[in-house]
């Protein structure tokens, strides 16, 4: 039978203080105030839901053989490219092997449980790998701008050494507008909480959960997690009491200390449930967007053997409070700061370059020496080992997930960034290899010598004028 095989998240580490949200704003609405209690989870600048997915991703497939993936979906609402394959980026970054499928989901705030159900119906032998990432925008001053959060889950999904089994699923489908977000508009536009709440959250999600179980013949106390991934007041609470399934069961929406992530946020509830499950456990999971899915598992006795991963515990215990307001704005393009003229330049990326050369920027791969042994990234023709000096010797050497430490660093002040001062260096890889790079999640006077630090995927910069993104690998201080 398919089932969950693997799991892991990425919540950033930034938590933007709700209350210093409401201070800002409470002025033009008082109201607000009610919404001032914790803090939601916030991207750095060089965050989007490419690289959301892709740290997501990297958890889950810790001491996975990546080449067995054959398939990867990813499901969002706020993908970066309307036309190129979004997926396609992540598995590239993952160093993915290239004869496997790709799909973009989107279109709907279920799209994430819509994907699993996907990856599920489809396991038929080789792993599928499901992820699912958002990073959506609010207006500011807005209450879905206290409420919204930022992350990323994935799953693998098999037959084989099943951690959760699925015991089945149910969907509904029906043009309720809660919400929508026209082509090329920026924010999503809301309509009353309490109708929303009374004539969708707790008619459509209980009718899907109801026909889940009596599709798959279990009772409603069996029922040991209950997933209901809306912040609407009381509704995960009416939809227990509608489906009669203990209200012990309802899970942690994640409201206080991360908000609600769209897409991602019933697998990232998902895995946060699979974090702390027993074997023999029934996780159900909804996914609530013009209409409902509901999915239902039960965890095995692989998942007490299962490697500790970050997840999402390991994720919000790694936050920096941030109380900045105008920082979140000015990462999130909600307010033009001067950035004066070292910012004007022709960002332009060369698409030649960038796909003769995809391996070393999106897949990070170096070379090997198999003469003398010798690591060096970039790879290149002649091994930079000055007692080799061998020709066209080199293997590729994954350098994404080698640790890895400062040799050198700098804080500049004067080179634009949207996060001064300009955090770059020398970094030096365990086994050999050293590159240059710009550092990411760093505190100005908390780097040094020798600090530990990984490689994560980020935006390298922004071609405004053309509209294109360009990544590449950044140092990060480990634990951050």
Known sequence: MAGITGFGAYI??????????????????????????????????????????????????????RGAIGHISLASSTLPFADRQNAGIVATALSLPANLGAMDIGGSQRAGTSALIGALESANGSERLCVAADKRQARPGSIQELNYGVGAAALTVGNNNVLAELIGHHSITEDFVDHYRADGRKFDYFWEERWVRQEGHLKLIPAAVSGLLEKTGVEASAIDRLIVPVMSRGAPQGVAKATGIAAEAIADTLQANCGETGVAHPLIMLVAALETAAPGEKILVCGFGQGCDALLFETTDALAAYPARRGIAGSLAARHEETNYIKYLTFNGLLEMERGMRAEQDKQTALTTLHRNRDMLLSFIGGHCTKCGTLQIPKTRICVNPDCGAHNTQEDEHFSEKPASVMSWTADQLAYTMDPPAHYGMVNFEGGGRLMVDFTDVDPGAVDVDMPVRMVFRIKDFDEQRGFVRYFWKASPVGA
């Open 12 to 65: 950033p580490r930034r938590r933007l203080q709700r209350a210093v949200v409401v201070e800002a704003n409470k002025w033009a609405n008082p109201g607000l105030a009610a919404l001032a209690k914790g803090e939601r989870s916030m991207a750095n600048w060089d965050e989007d839901s490419v690289t959301l997915a892709v740290e997501a991703a990297r958890d889950c497939l810790a001491g996975v053989d």
